[in-house]
């Protein structure tokens, strides 16, 4: 099946710093979704982004489909982006069930 | 993720008992799929169903778990006989079709602790 891969695992981040984070997938996909988990336990969709480019506020995100990765940028880090951010890919087997990375764990310290 | 509706959103139930998770999927969306998350874990899938019918439920475990979306009301996950290992946040998604480039929306999850 295909594999995720999310890099960095941690992050620590002053607040109002930029980050990268990385999402690496084995094979070809049809959908690719971000979410924010937050510390609360509540999955929060970011971006449908099989491809291309999307902006919304101080979040972008930027897929490569085949190159097989996809790139979410969160500028001006608020403490209120403390979670851990998933990437999530599907469209295998004709069924759109999604496959979740690992995530990453962000800490935004004021 | 706004109309994905999961109750209850905690659930706490002693080791032998059932366990009966809801979901009602956004208006108009009649594909359903559930997932789970143990503790410090990423969301893994569990089955996906449209109405009346489960479509792939590769990801549930063979034993003591069962789901149904039946024609009229909520989808329901429903785990028999619950074990410590039970224990997880249960999440569910909707979207319009089962088109496998179709966006998924979430609900807020279901918690569920076992004693």
């Known amino acids: 099946g295909i594999q995720v891969e999310q890099s960095p695992p941690d992050l620590i981040l002053q607040e109002g710093a930029n980050s990268t984070l990385r999402c690496n997938f084995s094979?070809?996909?049809?959908?690719l979704q971000w979410f924010h988990q937050n510390p609360w336990g509540q999955l929060i969709n970011l971006f449908y982004?099989?491809?291309g480019t999307k902006q919304n506020g101080r979040l972008s995100a930027t897929t490569v489909a085949t190159e097989r990765y996809s790139l979410l940028y969160i500028s001006s880090s608020q403490t209120t982006d403390s979670g851990v951010y998933f990437c999530?890919?599907?469209?295998?087997?004709?069924?759109?069930?999604?496959?979740f990375g690992a995530g990453t764990r962000l800490a935004v310290h004021p | 993720n706004a109309g994905v509706m999961q109750n209850p959103r905690h659930l706490v139930r002693r080791r032998g008992q059932e366990a009966r998770l809801r979901c009602s999927p956004m208006?108009?969306?009649?594909?359903v799929y559930w997932y789970r998350q143990l503790p410090e874990e990423g969301l893994k899938f569990m089955v996906y169903?449209?109405?009346?019918?489960?479509?792939?439920e590769s990801g549930m475990p063979k034993e003591r778990f069962s789901a149904e979306f039946p024609k009229e009301g909520p989808s329901i996950l429903r785990i028999q006989q619950v074990v410590r290992g039970d224990s997880a946040a249960y999440f569910c998604?909707?979207?319009?079709?089962?088109?496998?480039?179709?966006?998924?929306?979430f609900g807020p999850g279901t918690r569920l602790t076992v004693l």
């Open positions: 999530a890919v599907g469209g295998g087997g004709g069924y759109n069930k999604l496959i």
């Open positions: 998604a909707s979207s319009p079709r089962g088109r496998a480039f179709d966006e998924q929306f």
């Open positions: 208006k108009g969306h009649s594909h």
């Open positions: 982004i099989p491809s």
């Open positions: 169903l449209q109405k009346e019918n489960i479509i792939d």
């Open positions: 094979d070809s996909v049809n959908n």
